[in-house]
C-alpha cells in the first residue's frame, strides 16, 4: 500500500493515507508524561532544513513536544504566503501562482512528513492528543487553499488561457491538475457553500482520525493470550519463542498472538487446535465490535452519512462519483464493471486439489534480509542497475529500523531507503511506503522513502524467517518505493507517487513478479544455515500453490472492494445506518454473503477506506492487477529481467509520476491497450497451452 506523497497544499496538510496513529521517538529517552510543550524556534528540529544527507530527519533531535509548535508554526506560515499569492495585485502567470503554490508550505510539508511517518508506526498517548488537536486545524487550512476564491480566481485564469501560455507538458499537466482539484474541492461553490463543507471537512478529518485511534486500540486489544503452551501446537518452536516475547513486551503471562489488519490471520493456517483456531479468528473479526470504547461502527455510519452529504453539496448523487472523477476509471460503475472476474465464474475455479505444502518447511529459505538483499535488491540491479550501501550513521525513530542508501548505475545518489518490518502494537496494521522527502527538482530534493511492514518478529538470537507471501508484500512495497525513488519531476505535486489510487498499486503489483521469478528466486531462496537453494520439488510446490484457493482470496478482495463502493454510493437522502445490517445487505445485493468467506476486512475494521484515502477507491488493487500482469507478460515477451527491459520501464513510467495521462502513460510504454487476459492467467484461472 502507498501513502500519498506528501508535498504542498493537500498532501502536507491532509495526512488521510496510511495511518496517522501519532508515534514516540525511541531515541528521545523521554516519556509522554514528562514532557511539556515547547515555543517554536531555532532550536525546534523543523525550524530549517535538516543538515543530515539529503536532508534526512534528524530523529535523534526530535522529541515529541517539536511536532505540535512546529506544525501550527507552519499551518501559519503556509497561510501567509497563500495569501500574498491571492492578493497580488500582479496579473497572474504561471510563475507567481502555480509555482509560488509548489513553493509554499515548505515547513509544515517538512514536519508533517515526519510526524506522518512516525506516527504510523510508534504511537504513544501524547502524540495522538497531538493529532486530535491538530487533525481538525489542518482540514481547516486545506480549506483555506481551496476555497479561498481569489486564489482560485488567478488558478481559474491561467486556465482559461492555458492554450496561449506556452508551457511545457509538465508545466501545463501541473496547471489542469491544480484546476481540477480546486473544482473537486469546491472552489466553484457559493460562500453559504462552503461554509457548510468546511464543516463537513472538519467533522470528517476528526471522525477519520478517531476511526484510526479506536482501530488501532481494539487491534491490541484483540491478541490472543495463552498461558497454554499446548493450545498453540501446529507453531514452530520460533514462533512460540515470539509469541512468548510478544506476551513479555505486553506484560502478560505466557503466549501471545498478536491480530494483523487482515479478517484471516496467518497463523489460522498452522495451528491443529480449533479451538485456538476460532479464538483467534473471533477475536479478528470482532475487535471493533463489542460495544466498548473501541467499537467503530457508529463513527463510520457517520462518515458514510456527512461523505454523502459532501457529495451532494458538491453536486454529485454520490461520495463515489465525486471521488472517482479524477482516478482512472472515472466512474462507480466503470471501476466495478469487473466482467471479466464476476463471482459466478471465479467460484468455480476454487482448486479442490491439495497441495503438499508445508510453510514451515519453506520459511527456513526465506530468511528477511537475504530476501531483502539478495532478493528485492538483486533484482532491482538487474532491472534498473541500482546498488545499495547501508547507512549504520543515521538517525531512526526505532532500534529496528535499518536505512540505504540508493545509487543509481553511474555511482550517483539516487535516494535514501528507510525499512521498518517487524510488528509493534504501537504501529497501525498492514504494510505501506511513503516519503520523509519528495523528490523535486523546484526545491532541489531528492526522495528519502521508507517501507513498513508487521512480520513477526523473532526472538533475539533467532533469524527472521518469512512466508513466501511476506517475500511478496517486500517487493510490493518496494516496487512503490521504486515509485519514489526513481521519481524525476520539477513539481512536487506530481513527484513520485503522487498519481491516482488506481494507477498507484501498478508499479508494486508489477513488482511482486520477480519474487517468483526463476532467476531471481535462486538469488534469494537458501537455507538461512546451509545456504543451499531451494529443493527444486520444493519451489514446484511454491509455483504450484500459488494459483490454490484463487476463488477464497478473490472474492474476500471483491468482497471489500463492493463493501467500499456501496458504502460511499449512499445518497445523501440516506439516514445513519446500522453497520451490521448494511454490512449484510449490500453482501447480499452482490452475491457475497458467503459466511465461510469473509471480506478481507469487515466494515468495522476497513482502515483503508474510512481513514486511509482509499475511500470508493479499493478497487484499484484489482484494477491495477490488470495493468500489472498485463505489464510482466510485456516483459516475458521482450526478454524479461533486462536492464533494457528496466530503463525502458523506468525512464517512461516509474520516473514520470503524474506528468500525463496515465491511460495515455500506460499505453504509449506498453504499445497496446490493457489486456485482461494476463491477469487470468497469473491467477490459474484459465487454462495455458503447454509449451511444444
Request: zero cysteines; charged letters at 20%; hydrophobic letters at 40%.
Amino acid at each position: 500500500m502507498a501513502s500519498i506523497n506528501l508535498s504542498r497544499r493537500t498532501r502536507a496538510l491532509a495526512r488521510t493515507t496510511t495511518i496517522l496513529a501519532a508515534g514516540a521517538l525511541a531515541v528521545s529517552g523521554t516519556t509522554a508524561s514528562a514532557q511539556q510543550p515547547t515555543a517554536f524556534g531555532p532550536a525546534n528540529p523543523f525550524y530549517a532544513p535538516s543538515t543530515l544527507p539529503h536532508q534526512a530527519p534528524p530523529f535523534d533531535k526530535i522529541h515529541n513536544t517539536d511536532y505540535q509548535p512546529a506544525i501550527e508554526a507552519g499551518i501559519a506560515q503556509q497561510r501567509t504566503e497563500i495569501e500574498a499569492i491571492a492578493n497580488s495585485t500582479t496579473p497572474a502567470t504561471f510563475d507567481n501562482t502555480i509555482v509560488a503554490m509548489e513553493r509554499s508550505g515548505q515547513l509544515l510539508n517538512r514536519v508533517m512528513l515526519v510526524f506522518s511517518g512516525v506516527t504510523q508506526a510508534n504511537t504513544n498517548d501524547l502524540l495522538q492528543k497531538v493529532q486530535d488537536i491538530e487533525t481538525p486545524k489542518l482540514a481547516a487550512a486545506q480549506d483555506a487553499i481551496y476555497l479561498n476564491t481569489k486564489l482560485f480566481a488567478r488558478v481559474h485564469k491561467l486556465y482559461s488561457e492555458r492554450a496561449t501560455l506556452k508551457l511545457d507538458p509538465e508545466s501545463l499537466r501541473l496547471l489542469e491538475y491544480d484546476y481540477q482539484q480546486f473544482v473537486k474541492a469546491g472552489a466553484n461553490l457559493s460562500e453559504a457553500d462552503k461554509t457548510k463543507l468546511k464543516k463537513l471537512n472538519e467533522e470528517d478529518a476528526t471522525l477519520s482520525n478517531d476511526f484510526m485511534n479506536k482501530l488501532l486500540a481494539a487491534a491490541k486489544a484483540g491478541a490472543y493470550v495463552t498461558t497454554d503452551k499446548s493450545v498453540l501446537a501446529g507453531l514452530t518452536d520460533a514462533q512460540i519463542s515470539a509469541a512468548a516475547l510478544s506476551a513479555k513486551d505486553t506484560k502478560q503471562q505466557g503466549f501471545r498472538i498478536p491480530l494483523q489488519n487482515t479478517t484471516q490471520q496467518p497463523d489460522l493456517a498452522e495451528l491443529t487446535n480449533r479451538a485456538t483456531r476460532q479464538a483467534i479468528f473471533e477475536n479478528s473479526i470482532t475487535r471493533t465490535e463489542r460495544n466498548d470504547a473501541n467499537d467503530t461502527r457508529a463513527t463510520i455510519s457517520r462518515l458514510a452519512q456527512l461523505r454523502a452529504e459532501k457529495a451532494h453539496l458538491l453536486g454529485f448523487p454520490n461520495y463515489a462519483a465525486w471521488t472517482l472523477q479524477d482516478q482512472m476509471a472515472k466512474t462507480p460503475e466503470a471501476a466495478l464493471k469487473l466482467k471479466p472476474w464476476d463471482w459466478n465464474f471465479y467460484s468455480e475455479q476454487v482448486r479442490k486439489a491439495k497441495y503438499d505444502l508445508d510453510e514451515n518447511e519453506v520459511k527456513p529459505y526465506f530468511e528477511l534480509d537475504r530476501v531483502l538483499q539478495d532478493g528485492v535488491f538483486y533484482a532491482a540491479n538487474q532491472l534498473y542497475g541500482l546498488t545499495f550501501k547501508e547507512r549504520h550513521d543515521l538517525p531512526v525513530y526505532n532500534p529496528d529500523v535499518r536505512v540505504f542508501e540508493v545509487f543509481d548505475i553511474n555511482g550517483k545518489t539516487l535516494a535514501l531507503a528507510y525499512f521498518d518490518y517487524f510488528k509493534r502494537d504501537n504501529k497501525q496494521g498492514g504494510a505501506w511506503m511513503s516519503n520523509f522527502v519528495n523528490q523535486s527538482k523546484l526545491l532541489g530534493t531528492i526522495p528519502v522513502i521508507y517501507n513498513v511492514g508487521n512480520f513477526a518478529k523473532p526472538a533475539p538470537g533467532e533469524p527472521a524467517l518469512i512466508s513466501f507471501d511476506d517475500v511478496t508484500t517486500m517487493f510490493h512495497e518496494f516496487g512503490h518505493g521504486l515509485h519514489g525513488i526513481f521519481a524525476n519531476t520539477v513539481y512536487p505535486s506530481l513527484s513520485g507517487t503522487s498519481v491516482p489510487r488506481d494507477f498507484v498499486e501498478f508499479p508494486s503489483q508489477f513488482n511482486e513478479h520477480w519474487a517468483s521469478n526463476p532467476q531471481v528466486f535462486a538469488h534469494f531462496a537458501k537455507h538461512y544455515k546451509t545456504g543451499a537453494p531451494m529443493p527444486a520439488e520444493l519451489a514446484a510446490k511454491i509455483k504450484k500453490a500459488a494459483t490454490f484457493n484463487e476463488g477464497y482470496r478473490l472474492t474476500e478482495l471483491l468482497a471489500a472492494a463492493e463493501l467500499d463502493m456501496q458504502w460511499h454510493s449512499l445518497p445523501n437522502t440516506a439516514s445513519l445506518q446500522n453497520v451490521d445490517d448494511f454490512e449484510k445487505s449490500a453482501l447480499a445485493r452482490t452475491h457475497l454473503n458467503l459466511e465461510t468467506v469473509p471480506p478481507r476486512y469487515r466494515s468495522s475494521y476497513f482502515l483503508h477506506i474510512w481513514a486511509n484515502g482509499y475511500s470508493a477507491g479499493y478497487y484499484a488493487y484489482l484494477w491495477t492487477e490488470m495493468l500489472d500482469d498485463d505489464a510482466y507478460q510485456w516483459f516475458e515477451d521482450h526478454g524479461g529481467l533486462t536492464r533494457a527491459n528496466g530503463d525502458r520501464f523506468r525512464n517512461m513510467v516509474l520516473s514520470r509520476g503524474n506528468t500525463e495521462d496515465l491511460d495515455k502513460m500506460y499505453s504509449t510504454w506498453l504499445g497496446a491497450e490493457p489486456d485482461t487476459k494476463p491477469m487470468l492467467k497469473d491467477r490459474g484461472l484459465v487454462e495455458t497451452s503447454p509449451v511444444k
